[in-house]
């Protein structure tokens, strides 16, 4: 079982920026890719960012340009980056992680942006 820790939400103004942080109970070595997703009020959940293993990145066309996906290997820890906020970025954001056909995802965290 892998256990996904998130932190780093929060109330920001738009414009103003925040970074989320996700801890994994294993290390990055095990995991196939790991990525941010996240699920407004009567919306469907849709991926932000993610990062492979071997460190590649894919980003939803909403984000690119504001937000960055990183991580840190020795802390099996994953970033998000969240700058330019944006009101429509405000949702439960999720941490998920893929080993190999399997799913998990962590309790998630709530961004909210002000107009």
């Known amino acids: 079982q892998v256990q996904l820790v998130e932190s780093g939400g929060g109330l920001v103004q738009a414009g103003g920026s925040l970074r989320l942080s996700c801890a994994a109970s294993v290390t990055f070595f095990s995991i196939n890719a790991m990525g941010w997703y996240r699920q407004a009020p009567g919306k469907q959940r849709d991926l932000v960012a993610s990062i492979t293993r071997g460190g590649g990145t894919n980003y939803a066309d909403s984000v690119k340009g504001r937000f960055t996906i990183s991580r840190d290997i020795a802390k099996n820890t994953v970033y998000l980056q969240m700058n330019s906020l944006k009101p429509e970025d405000t949702a439960v954001y999720y941490c998920?992680?893929?080993?190999?056909?399997?799913?998990?995802w962590g309790q998630g965290t709530q961004v909210t942006v002000s107009s």
């Open positions: 998920n992680s893929r080993i190999g056909s399997y799913e998990y």
